[in-house]
T-cell receptor
């Protein structure tokens, strides 16, 4: 079956512009996660959705970053007034459930990422 | 807060030799432990995970890891590596009742012929 897909695969923008990054989770997965991977580092958590609502957005670096998941499926990560320091690979992951009692079904499956370059 | 330390940024090894990639974590509560692999130009793929039970965990592609609670370690091992194992490997933890993964900085495994 189809895995997690992310579009675009590459995005080049200029400092100060607005960008949107899209994530299509695996069909039927109710939990969705965004991570950011800067060069030479491991992925860092940004935000996590349970269905349509953000359950934990503690990793968003500042108010220029915002994410939505209006119908509980596709999610969009939005970055306003981009800065050169925002350049990174943005990863999306989904899992079948967020239920604490069902740990094996909480395994996260990752997409290939969107490489964002801010010039 | 949790943190993960991968002690080696790069590990060169010859084909068919054994390898160990080291991972230490810090947490004041119980955690789940994971190893992910990232092949060039591909997404992260789960190699193995420790949730509970036996401390020796076997994963895909012949990899295994051992959870050592007293040493807060979760080292990854393979008895004989192949060229195709060349990739970057990430150790990660998540809170027992949380969801977000906290990753280490990664270890690049380079297998030479």
């Amino acid at each position: 079956g189809a895995g997690v897909s992310q579009t675009p695969s590459n995005k080049v923008t200029e400092k100060g512009k607005y960008v949107e990054l899209r994530c299509d989770p695996i069909s039927g997965h109710t939990a969705l996660y965004w991570y950011r991977q800067s060069l030479g580092q491991g992925p860092e958590f940004l935000i996590y959705f349970q269905g349509t609502g953000a359950a934990d957005d503690s990793g968003l670096p500042n108010d220029r970053f915002f994410a939505v998941r209006p119908e509980g499926s596709v999610s969009t990560l939005k970055i306003q007034r981009t800065e050169r320091g925002d350049s990174a690979v943005y990863l999306c992951a989904s899992s079948l459930t967020w239920e604490i009692s069902n740990t094996p079904r909480r395994e996260q499956f990752f997409g290939p990422g969107t490489r964002l370059t801010v010039l | 807060a949790q943190s993960v330390t991968q002690l080696d940024s790069q590990v060169p090894v010859f084909e068919e030799a054994p390898v160990e990639l080291r991972c230490n974590y810090s947490s004041s509560v119980s955690v789940y432990l994971f190893w992910y692999v990232q092949y060039p130009n591909q997404g992260l793929q789960l190699l193995l995970k420790y949730l509970s039970g036996s401390t020796l965990v076997k994963g895909i592609n012949g990899f295994e890891a051992e959870f050592n609670k007293s040493q807060t370690s979760f080292h990854l091992r393979k008895p004989s590596v192949h060229i195709s194992d060349t990739a970057e490997y990430f150790c990660a933890v998540s809170l027992e009742y949380g969801n977000k993964l906290v990753f280490g900085a990664g270890t690049i495994l380079r297998v030479k012929s």
